[in-house]
């Protein structure tokens, strides 16, 4: 059964920091591009960073690029999100998502099959 169980999101100030975790089942994180996509109220899903579980380069949204990390614990499956600098536009729930292929840049939420139930992260000004 797959699982995605994300934790980690909450209320912060602008200029804040959070720090999202996504525990993965073993059947879905091997091989797996993992995803965090995030959706804001009464938008759709963007793809905001992106990271092969076996390893090579994170994929960023611009608008994120020097500010998330996204980063990686084979030995437990977990996929992090580090999030500094964080601004009101940032606020959103938060999907961890894997699709079993390569990730590339400029990922849509289509290119994931599962996800998990998400973690809201609010950032107040």
């Known amino acids: 059964q797959v699982q995605l169980v994300e934790s980690g999101g909450g209320s912060v100030q602008t200029g804040g920091s959070l720090r999202l975790s996504c525990a993965a089942d073993a059947y879905t994180y091997g091989g797996s591009c993992m995803g965090w996509l995030r959706q804001a109220p009464g938008q759709g899903r963007e793809a905001v960073a992106m990271?092969?579980?076996?390893?090579?380069?994170?994929y960023y949204t611009n608008s994120v690029k020097g500010r998330f990390t996204i980063s990686q614990d084979n030995a437990k499956n977990i996929v992090y999100l580090q999030m500094n600098a964080l601004k009101p536009e940032d606020t959103a729930m938060y999907y961890c998502?894997?699709?079993?292929?390569?990730?590339?840049?400029?990922?849509?939420?289509?290119?994931?099959?599962?996800w998990g139930q998400g973690t809201q992260v609010t950032v107040s000004s």
């Open positions: 990271i092969k579980s076996s390893g090579g380069d994170p």
């Open positions: 998502a894997a699709r079993y292929a390569y990730c590339y840049f400029l990922m849509t939420q289509a290119d994931f099959v599962d």
